[in-house]
């Protein structure tokens, strides 16, 4: 639900871009700096290769001074090396020398000389000092071919971090269509499990656009479309030790709604242990999460406190086996738990002396068994998994738990597949003899968000279902291009009206590359009838590389 | 055989090379050597870095011809033209999209409904950024077109940074890595989520 602060959207707006400039004046990540340029008339960068081209006049600068000039040049950003071909220059303070090709090697003080007419290669260093013969390595001076038009980025100024990151200035995404420009664009490789890292919330749609990076860091703005808000403009910075460490820090503010503001680290100790850390606050107040997790073998356990603003803290440790053979390929596992709710003033607002019960502890058993993938008849597959947990409290109070999935595979051909799933999970929260305090019956009928009475709420009474049945068709034409319709029924209790899930989904998604280096991810949901509206149609859409 | 008939060979085909460059009679091959020009070639019909075809007389000169389809890999020159020491290893064609497939097995206890995506740096490791495929309960596929000599580095997720693959002690694992060589493959069992157990 969106909540109205008093503030219009255009001063949100301003406020939004305000955060922006005070980042670009302030910059968190501290930019490393650059071990090399690459200009040329054109320089085109493609993703996967990782490989910049420059043509028609290709120079490359180092930072130490070195500077070297040919009519193209190929750099590939795995290696940090540059192969600069034909009428070949370089250049270090007052020496310099003239080549049919040169590579150099950014991150290291290594530069190859190819004399075509003579025949001979020489090694050098990036001062350029005495030449020294070397053995002709041709894959040195390998220059792949490649097709500039499936470029992934053209532009005409490349300034290079090695192992972290590449800003193209200016830079287009080429199409079939035309190009897609912006002023500047970083493009962060570095493969560290922190850059995928994010202290923001899930959105329909994020696009991030780097502001600075290094090899430990990243800054990036990133423009978003959120479930309620909409539109929305987020800051992070994450820092990042490699796999083994980061922290990410968010600032997300919505054109109409609430900011949030995000925390997310996380810390290997060890070859079995992690700590993880989380925080997000809002006008509601802040939520701060902290976390560790430990392997014993296969088996594992985990420990977990959380506390908000409003006083309300949550603890439990946990402890599972691994999953244990049953029969036929069918697994089971255990998981145990123990932990206390704790809130200012009492848990248990029904009780009259609910002072007393500031802090309840529970414990809990999850048993849970998963069958195989297993062929059944007409060429399908099949598999179940089934659940029971019981919650003790502290208090005459037990909660119980029982679900149970399915889930059918048929293929009709490579290209199509039809999928059939079953999903039920019914719930009790049982107060032995103090039932009718924790649910009573309702004295008005609950009303539905347009206004319907729902008398059936009058039976619930402690007890829920959740059951929904989902069948979808894939069609899979080529390696580029996928369609899913799939249709969700659900019949829970308590549902009406639009009080709980819709009782009916249809969702189409297709995913295809309408250009080379460009692919797309649109998807289409409607609720049908549900909360007095014929439907209610959304939207999921992403952009792939 | 006599390097003569190699020659003689080579002679009947053309071969798709990359300039590197080209002075007076001599003409440097990416990732291969240097060869001489055929008499009356002229420098002008190469330009380094773009790729062009040549044939080979039988003297092992070269000249330049139409690029096609057909043409020869570089590594395929003789070695007896090159008047500096070839490699054996063939210059990589990058223009070249190769299909690169990932299959991805998921643990049980993951939510039957829900999609699997993989996540790359190429989108700034977008946690929702190529949908996958699925195969059956618990495996999904997804084919990449790469050009030839790509490392796409990947990880796999639900859809949101909260519900990433976490290896069997619940830690964050290194990069994936699918390759762009033809009909590469590479298969990942996903031990645990980081939001289930």
Redesign the interface.
Known sequence: MAVRLGVTPSRRLVAAIAVTVCAAAFPCAASARASATLDGGSVVF??????L?A?DGATLALADGTRAH?????LDL?TDRA?L????TAAHGAANLAA??IVVEIDTNRVDV?D??N?T?TQTTHALGAAQPAA????R???????DR?A?IRSKHAVIVPHADVRFTPAAFPTSVGGFPVPSYLY????G?G????SLS?ATF???Y?LWGSPHSLT?LHARWEDGPGAALALQQQIVSG?DAFAAASFDAPLHGYTVRGF?G?R?LG????AIADATGTIFGTVMHGGF?A?FG?A?G?VDYTRTSGGLSTFDAAL?TP?RPLIGGA?WRL?GDIGFDSLRGGLLNQLPDRRRYATVWRHGLDF?V?TP?VHVPLGA???T?LDAQRTWYAFPHHFDTFGG?A?L?KPFSRKV?L?A?Y?GTWSADVFPGTQALFYPSPSTPVLTPDGTPYYGYAAFTGARTFR?Q?V?L?V?PD??T?YRLTVVHTADFPQFNGYGRPQWEVRG?V?F?PFPNI?L?VGRAYDFAWGGTRWVPRWSF???? | MTYALLLALAAAASFRIVPLACTGDRLAVAGAGVLRLADGVSCAAFVPGRATAIALDADGRATPQKLTQDALPAAKIPRTAFLLAPAAEQNVDESQLVTSTIDVFVPPRTPPGDDVYISTERSGWSPSEVRMDRVDARHFRLTLKLHRGARVAFRVTRGSFGNTERDAARALPPAHVALGEPDAHVTVNVAAWADID
């Not at chain 1, 992403?542 to 590389?545: F, H, I, S």
């Open positions: 493609f993703a996967d290769t990782l490989a081209f043509r040919a009519d193209a040049a190929y795995k192969v071909a034909g009428h070949a049919d090709a190819l075509a007419a025949g290669v002709f390595d041709a894959q001076f390998a220059f792949p071919e490649v097709e499936g992934f962060t490789f570095s493969t499990a850059f995928a890292s994010s899930g994020d696009q991030p780097g990036a796999d997310n996380y290997r070859s079995r242990y992690t997790t392997a296969p594992g985990r599972r999953d697994t998981k849970s998963a993938v597959t099949l598999s998994t999935t889930f595979t597949t999928f799933g999903q929904s989902n979808d894939q899979t390696a580029s996928s998604d995913r590359r692919g991810d992403a952009v792939t590389p």
